[in-house]
């Protein structure tokens, strides 16, 4: 009987990822991925976000997961998407390691973890740039904790995916997890 049951929920969550998937190649799906493993938690005393020397990097783990992540893109019919990321080096590097196409640097997904006063605002820019995006083809946006929990109320792990759908009134939904470790 375990075994059955258990057999049943894998499948069940087999047809929710693959559902999941599909979401992002269809119109008004986007993905939010928070970054791959760096080791710590937040930037060192005297962080410059143009100076990748004074941030918390990905580690050698983290590339790779950046790369396994972009794997599970191909896996899923999506080679090419839109990609978006904070400036945060550590973002650069996993929107780049996922090889799905050009990286634009956007600002509105930096993280605002060490100046806790900016994410109000932050998030309130955030919403209207994301209402006003293409979103007809894959899009992907690599960001940080602090950022998917303010557009999503999900906490994700280090390389997880979040896919959110655009409502047609606006507002953003959670329409699943995609976990990547």
């Known amino acids: 009987m ?7 929920l894998l499948a069940s969550d087999g047809r929710a990822q693959s559902g999941l998937w599909a979401g992002l190649r269809a119109p008004d799906h986007f993905a939010l991925i928070r970054h791959a493993l760096a080791p710590g938690t937040f930037d060192p005393p005297g962080f410059r976000v143009d100076d990748c020397t004074t941030q918390r990097n990905l580690s050698a783990e983290g590339r790779a997961q950046a790369g396994r992540v972009g794997e599970l893109f191909r896996a899923n019919g999506i080679a090419a998407a839109r990609l978006y990321s904070s400036q945060w080096c550590r ?21 605002f973890a060490q100046n806790r006063d900016r994410a109000v605002q932050q998030t309130a820019a955030l919403r209207p740039w994301i209402a006003g995006l293409e979103l007809s083809g894959p899009t ?3 960001t940080h904790q602090v950022v998917i929990t303010a557009l999503s109320e999900v906490f994700p792990g280090s390389g997880e995916i979040v896919v959110m759908r655009r409502q047609p009134d606006g507002r ?10």
């Open 172 to 181: 953003l939904a959670v329409a699943g997890r995609l976990p990547t470790i």
């Open 140 to 142: 992907v946006m690599v």
């Open 91 to 111: 973002c650069l590097e996993t929107a780049t390691l996922l090889k799905l196409g050009d990286v634009s640097p956007q600002p509105l997904l930096n993280s």
């Open 2 to 8: 375990v075994t059955s049951l258990a057999g049943l």
